[in-house]
């Protein structure tokens, strides 16, 4: 896209945005200025925020103003009367459905900015609603859509590796969830499990597997138990743009509880204490509807900037640097 069809498409000069981190992972919440996608539903907002102003997130979220960690939420009105606001998160490579930490730092942020009180609140997301929670000490509980296992114990062939098996499971996102992997969850060894991880990715893709009505599985969750006594197991994240999740996923753990659920190896209820790979916890319970299980997910976020990124026309990099 041109600059001129960037600006005939309404795109801004400069947006407000706050950043925050919850247990290592960094969000940056778009609150004022960004493109107006309308009064739809979130789901279809989502859409036209994908197929109409792709620049727009690269712009926020990549290089020279972001980095491939970073997950970006466009702040928007609801459409739901319950929710006090709507969010539309994406990364580095796309659009996201749900951010579990990008929820807890978006509620740091309304918080922050005098929108919320403490006490329980709804927002609106492109795959339902979800409740947030304010507690003291910066604590954020998340009650995230309903979540479920969609496949137990599915074998693929991993290039490297060869045969490995793995639940797929829904906690907002797609996740292929593996506890056999013979791999050591140590932040020293980021690397080698993201090369892993993007191998078990290519091999879903090859083999087709996917989940319920074709979704991509595009994040993948290994784990292992810890030494830490507050925790009850370490995960490691790919998320769909090739970086880890810095902090134990919302989503992710989401997914999890709903396996450990299925298996009953947890009761609804009872809490599952998730580190992430680089040792920040979330804390989740499940409570059960129907065949799903509907998981509050609890961590902390800090908000750790404010202000204005701009957006020259005449910057040769105003959209981000791609790689
Ligand atoms: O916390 O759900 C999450 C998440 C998804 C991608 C990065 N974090």
Known sequence: MTVETLHSHGWPDSVRIVDSHTGGEPTRIVVSGGPDLGSGKLAERRERLRDEFDDFRAAVVLEPRGTDVLVGGLLVEPSEPDCVAGIIFFNNVGVLNMCGHGTIGLAATLAHLGRVDKGVHRLDTPVGSVGIELHENNEVSVENVPSYRFARNLTIEVEGHGPL??????????????????????????ERLSDFTRRIRSALDREGVTGADGGEIDHIELFAPTDNPAADSRNFVLCPGGAYDRSPCGTGTSAKLACLVADGKLSPGETWRQESVIGSIFEATGKLDGDKVIPTVRGSAYVTGEGELFFDSTDPLRTGIST
């Open 165 to 190: 098996s793995g639940d797929v499971a829904w906690g907002g996102n797609w996740f292929f969830l593996v506890e056999d992997h013979g791999q050591v969850i140590e932040v020293g060894n980021v």
